[in-house]
Structures are given as C-alpha cells and as structure tokens.
Nanobody, 117 residues
Framework: QVQLVESGGGLVQPGGSLRLSCAAS????????MGWYRQAPGKERELVAR???????NYADSVKGRFTISRDNTKPTVYLHMNSLKPEDTAVYYC???????????WGQGTQVTVSS
C-alpha cells in the first residue's frame, strides 16, 4: 500500500501562484509515474500533469506554460507549481501514483484550490 498526503491548496486571486506537494509513504519502491488530476464541480476528473521516474512530463493543454510538475525521487514527493492561476483552475486537485510491476494506482485525499477575487 502507498499513502499519499497532499498539501498546499488554498484560496488565491486570479494571476496568483500556488505550489502543491504530495508525499508518498508506505510501500514506495517501484513507484513509476506520479501525477496530478483535478475535478471541478459537475465535471469529470481530468489529468493536469504527470511525470515519469526519468523526468518526462505531460501536461493538459489548458495548463501548458503556466504549471510545472516536478518530483524528488529520494522522498518520493511530487510537486505542482501553478502560476498565472485562473478562475477555471478552481477544483479539487488529486495526487496519483502508479506502482509497478502491476500498474496499481493510488490516489491522495485531494486538496482544494480556489481561484477567486
């Protein structure tokens, strides 16, 4: 089992920045891809960004150029640096990790990000 603890959400004005963190503990060996998803009210959960062990990244088109995902494999922890935040970024953000070899996925409890003036 892998436990994921997220932090860093909150209320921010449009144009502001936040950094989300997700620390993994428990059976952390063979963690492969780490990523962030988000779910806004009335919408489906969607991929925001993901990063492999080797550092390859993928981003949703809506966040490219504004968000940066990074990870520290020694902890392991994944970060999401969010800049130029917009009201449409408001959502609950969930951390997700993939564990090999059976590609088992684990989710964090979610952290609320609200972008509003």
């Amino acid at each position: 089992q892998v436990q994921l603890v997220e932090s860093g959400g909150g209320l921010v004005q449009p144009g502001g920045s936040l950094r989300l963190s997700c620390a993994a503990s428990g059976s952390i060996f063979s963690i492969n891809v780490m990523g962030w998803y988000r779910q806004a009210p009335g919408k489906e959960r969607e991929l925001v960004a993901r990063i492999t062990t080797g550092g390859s990244t993928n981003y949703a088109d809506s966040v490219k150029g504004r968000f940066t995902i990074s990870r520290d494999n020694t902890k392991p922890t994944v970060y999401l640096h969010m800049n130029s935040l917009k009201p449409e970024d408001t959502a609950v953000y969930y951390c997700n990790v993939e564990k090999l070899p059976h590609r088992v996925y684990y989710w964090g409890q979610g952290t609320q990000v609200t972008v509003s003036s």
